[in-house]
Structures are given as structure tokens and as C-alpha cells.
């Protein structure tokens, strides 16, 4: 995978690692005029290619559609069930993008990914969870859970759309947040008490839209489209680690059991190496195992 592929998703995970530190300095904005107004904000990333805006309908639809779905579920599900269980589920997302990305039953390459995937999501239970046994699933939650797996289908198969629709140019995600963010505003409107912005709020929900609701997203296309899906996927893992490092360092979590987050980064880093270079350190065993002696 090409080095540009990878500097841009490292830069658009890093950047989906301040999210929630970033929110938790506006706690009393509603979450879908935050959502709405940050996706807003983050078009204007892209305002300066404006006439990248223009692209078929079919990507149009594509773009927003899944932009909102992806954030409106994400939002909801942390309102119905309890956000552990939910950021969970929601996590499912680089494996399907693994099973999306690759066909799983096609040699040793589709099996490194494959495990691959399944370490990093295990160091992704260990983040979000912190070691604990006491995460458990309820019924009485399962709209929350499935608002959840929505959001993490939807965002796998957003990522990967560029591969499947006509070609597009990365700046028109800046048309797809603008209208995402209009139908997340719309929302607000219809079903959340009305709220009134303060100047810190307001700056807070800048800073949202451009960086992880702006930029992440130029940047995750570009590496979509020139890297491999599976392996970028599985590098997605490390989001709520940095999540938690960025919180404990603003002081938003004390107490934070640092040996659980050296065996969840050891984890992701072994998933992403078994997917990256693992096949190919396979088949060169083999090729010597093959050769005469």
C-alpha cells in the first residue's frame, strides 16, 4: 500500500480521535445540532473546490444518505443503549470493511486479513471496555444495538463506495457533509428541544466540523481510494485507543488502567503488521522451503 494511502488514513483516524474530547467541552448541545451543525462546518473544508461538488445523483444520494444515516444512528444508539455495549458494536465496522474489502476465502492473503482484523477488534474491546468483565447485552436495548450495527454497516459500505460508483473527485465529500448536516439540522428540529448556541459552544462545534467531521472524511476517501481496504480497515482499531489517550490527556479520564492500553495497542499493531506483511513473509518461507538444497 502506497505511503500517501496510509498518511492519510493515520491522518483521518487521529482526527476521529479527538472527537469525543472535542464534544465533551460542549456536553449540553443536542447531538443532532451538534452533528448537524459540525457536518455543516465541515463543508467548508472543501468550499474551496466547489465545482468538485458536482457529481451524478446516484453519488449524491450515495454520500449524504450515508453520512447521515451513519452519524443519526451512531447518536441514537448511544441514547438507547449504554454507550460501552454500543461503540462496540459500532466498532464492528473495519471488520465488515475487511470482509468487504477482500475475499476471505482466497488463500493466505484473505486469511491474514482476515485474522488480522479479528486481533485489532479484540484490542478494541480492550480499549473500550479498560479489561472489564462487566459489559453485558440486554434486550430492553436492542434498538440501541441495532442503530449501532446499522451505523457500523453503513460506514463500511460508505467507505468503500468510491470503488463502486462512477468517478468522483475527494473534495465533493464536502457536498455530502453539507447535505448530511442540513438533514441532521432538520432533525433537530423536528424531534430535539430548541437550543440556542454560545460562543464557546459554537467554537467547539467548529472545531468538530473541521477536523474529525471535516477533513477526516477528505482524507479517509483519498486513502480508500488508493489503498486496500482491508489493511486500512483493520488500522481503524487504533481510533478508540488514540480516543482514550486524547481524553485522559484534556483530563476528561483519571484512573485509566495504562497496561490495558499497551495490550490494546499491541494488539492493533499485530493485526495491521498479520495483514500488511504477513502473506508476503509467508509465501517467502515457503519459496525457501521449496528451493533445493
Not at 452519524?71 to 441514537?76: D, I
Not at 463500511?156 to 463506495?161: Q, T
Not at 497496561?259 to 495483514?275: D, E, K, P, Q, Y
Request: aromatic share 10%.
Amino acid at each position: 500500500m502506497s505511503v500517501v494511502a496510509w498518511l492519510c488514513a493515520a491522518g483521518a483516524i487521529l482526527l476521529w480521535a479527538s472527537f469525543a474530547t472535542l464534544v465533551s467541552y460542549a456536553p449540553e448541545v443536542p447531538p443532532l445540532l451538534l452533528t448537524g451543525t459540525a457536518l455543516s462546518a465541515g463543508s467548508l473544508t472543501c468550499v474551496h473546490r466547489l465545482r468538485d461538488w458536482r457529481v451524478p445523483l446516484p453519488a449524491l444520494a450515495f454520500g449524504v444518505g450515508c453520512l447521515f444515516v451513519y452519524n443519526a444512528g451512531l447518536v441514537m444508539a448511544f441514547r438507547l443503549a449504554p454507550i460501552a455495549e454500543a461503540n462496540l458494536i459500532n466498532y464492528l465496522w473495519p471488520l465488515i470493511l475487511v470482509l468487504l474489502g477482500t475475499a476471505v476465502w482466497r488463500g493466505v492473503d484473505g486469511v491474514a486479513k482476515l485474522v488480522g482484523a479479528l486481533l485489532g477488534f479484540g484490542g478494541c474491546i480492550l480499549a473500550i471496555t479498560s479489561g472489564s468483565a462487566t459489559v453485558a447485552f440486554h434486550a430492553a436495548h436492542a434498538a440501541g444495538y441495532g442503530m449501532a450495527l446499522l451505523a457500523a454497516i453503513v460506514w463500511a459500505v460508505y467507505s468503500m463506495g468510491a470503488r463502486w460508483l462512477p468517478p468522483f473527485s475527494s473534495w465533493a465529500v464536502g457536498g455530502f457533509c453539507l447535505g448530511a448536516g442540513l438533514l441532521a439540522i432538520a432533525s433537530h428540529l423536528l424531534f430535539e428541544a430548541r437550543f440556542a448556541l454560545s460562543g464557546s459552544n459554537l467554537a467547539w462545534v467548529l472545531a468538530i466540523g473541521i477536523g474529525p467531521l471535516g477533513i477526516s472524511f477528505v482524507l479517509w476517501d483519498r486513502a480508500m481510494r488508493h489503498g486496500q481496504a482491508a489493511q486500512i480497515g483493520i488500522l481503524g482499531y487504533a481510533t478508540p485507543v488514540l480516543s482514550m489517550l486524547c481524553l485522559a490527556l484534556a483530563g476528561q479520564v483519571r484512573d485509566r488502567n495504562w497496561s490495558t492500553i499497551f495490550a490494546s495497542c499491541t494488539l492493533i499493531v499485530a493485526g495491521v503488521a498479520l495483514a500488511s506483511v504477513g502473506p508476503e513473509a509467508w509465501r517467502r518461507v515457503r519459496g525457501q522451503q521449496r528451493q533445493p538444497r
